[in-house]
């Protein structure tokens, strides 16, 4: 029977011959991520993790980066523990405050390959499908459990696919496509599916992959994936992780999807989120002109060196609107590095951008630029949820890096297309 | 009891503010916030054996089970929507919380219908009409018979450690 790329992942996990949509199977995931959630998954488990110890040392990947550098002492005292939790069991891979966004480490240090199969207890572990690993969500109570017992179940999804045609127009990014899709197929239209992206995927990096896998749980997916290629064996090669280290899986030909959707990338225009859900998406256009007081270029969906790279073309020599907050905050200390030694937060800071350490910042409304009642804010994060940035009266529009950059110097949304052609 | 009705897309930071997830994580801690941007007379008002009816996609966004426990804790009897997402969805399961996703019985409910639920049957009542609703895979009920994931974990550990 020909097999989507969820049932061979599923089958080849579950050692089960008859893989169906439906069909519940037992898996032990390759990984574990967990973040600042661990002190809570732990505090669920004392007395077992005292008496059994974990199920593998090598399995967690425990990343700091939710409300980093510690905010209250009640944060602070979470880091803690988790620290000592790492410490006596012999995690062996941590990541302390300070290495990024847990979602962009597990790629950049090579958790995530091809073939592979990565839990966590955060939605958008979906992300690592830029990569052709398999990889979804799951609560904090699962984590616990799976901590302990190294097993889970999963029911095998209905997979959809959504083909890819030609190339993006300059000005416009896979961010817009992201949103453009959602649009489309709305914030309930793929869920329990497994998305597959295939067509002209070439013309796509590993970067604007990510940033499209990472949004796949905004229309419900269980997971989003892009099928290995030359791009993914490259970004591999790039990071020191050869073809011999993976077993790449692909779907069958004739595999079966519930769903199909064709998308002509150079028809797409750059798109924006409105408030309060991700599928409320209209071209820029539509609602250019808008006064905003805070801009947000980071996180898991658009971090990367790439994003930053936009920003500092459109913002440099140039200064942001006295009537905005330009907050940027790049995924993962590598890539604060590298912009550093490209010259790129140079440029962003001179424009008068306030840079923060690499983390989820002001996403999740922790922390770090909480929005105020009235206030508007353009974002490249993946949720602009009521009350999202910590204000139940604010507004959270979604745009790609190139949208939030320019509508920082006009102080009011606009549609970078006007300043890059 | 009372029928507490939302729509589509009630998300997690709905259900229970992103800034609080660092800070709250017991069920006192949780049920002050509960559903505190949505519906802030929820929290002061809910009671044992009270019913959700919903929308579509109820439950979407983050990994974020605080809403689950505190609406466990509360007392909530049922979450009824046409549709939830995956992740709210497993983390009821393993907290024990029931969800019913019935499209035909949110659709024909009409806001003033006194409802009967009856969970070992299947089967939810408005006045004489019944809607039944599948029964969960046995591999899900051994979850929920065992008191939730946890305490089937530690029921499989001490198995295994015998």
Known sequence: ?421 | MKIWRYGDNVNTDMLFPGKYTYSCSTADEIIPHLLEDLDSSFSKDVKKGDIIIAGKNFGCGSSREQPVIGLKAVGIKAIIAESFARIFYRASINQGLVLIESPDFVKAFSGNDSIELNLIKGIIKINKKNFSFPKLPKEITEIQNSGGLLEYTRIKLKKKNK
């Open chain 1, 1 to 421: 029977m020909e097999m989507t790329f969820a049932e061979k992942i599923l089958a080849k996990y579950s050692d089960e011959k008859n893989i169906v949509p439906n069909k519940i199977v037992n898996v032990t995931p390759d990984h574990l991520l967990t973040h600042d959630n661990t002190a809570a998954i732990i505090q669920k488990i004392q007395n077992e993790l005292d008496k059994y110890g974990i199920y593998s040392n090598k399995m967690p990947i425990i990343v700091l980066d939710h409300v980093i550098p510690a905010a209250t002492e009640k944060t602070a005292l979470n880091h803690k523990k988790i620290r000592e939790f790492v410490k006596e069991f012999k995690i062996k891979n941590f990541f302390d405050v300070g290495f990024g966004i847990c979602h962009q480490i597990v790629i950049e240090k090579g958790f995530a390959l091809p073939g592979k199969l990565i839990l966590g207890s955060d939605s958008h572990t979906c992300s690592y499908g830029a990569v052709g690993t398999f990889s979804t969500g799951i609560d904090r109570t699962e984590a616990a459990s799976l901590l302990l017992s190294g097993e889970t179940w999963l029911k095998v999804p209905n997979s959809i696919k959504i083909n890819l045609k030609n190339k993006l127009q300059k000005g416009v990014y896979a961010k817009d496509t992201i949103l453009k899709i959602i649009g489309d197929i709305s914030a309930s239209g793929a869920n329990y599916c497994s998305i597959e992206f295939h067509g002209d995927v070439n013309e796509l990096t590993i970067d604007d992959r990510f940033t499209i896998t990472n949004m796949g749980v905004e229309m419900g997916a269980k997971n989003s994936v892009f099928l290995v290629d030359d791009v993914t064996i490259g970004y591999l090669n790039s990071i020191g992780i050869s073809k011999s280290n993976y077993d790449i899986t692909y779907a069958d030909k004739q595999a079966l999807y519930i769903k199909e959707f064709d998308y002509d990338l150079s028809h797409i225009e750059p798109m924006i989120a409105c408030p309060h859900s991700v599928d409320n998406v209209k071209p820029v256009d539509e609602i250019e002109g808008l006064e905003i007081q805070q801009c947000f270029i980071g996180t898991c969906t658009n971090g990367r060196i790439s994003d930053l790279k936009i920003a500092a073309e459109i913002l440099n020599g140039k200064k942001i609107s006295k009537n905005v907050r330009l907050i940027i905050l790049p995924a993962s200390i590598d890539i604060y590095e590298n912009a550093l030694n490209l010259g790129i937060i140079k440029t962003l800071v001179k424009s008068g951008a306030i840079i923060l350490p690499p983390g989820c910042g002001p996403c999740l409304g922790a922390h770090q630029g909480v929005l105020a009642p009235g206030e508007k804010c353009i974002s490249t994060a993946n949720r602009n949820f009521k009350g999202r940035m910590g204000c139940k009266d604010a507004e959270i529009y979604l745009a790609s890096p190139a949208t939030v950059a320019i509508s920082a110097i006009k102080g009011k949304i606009t549609n970078p297309k006007e300043v890059l052609l």
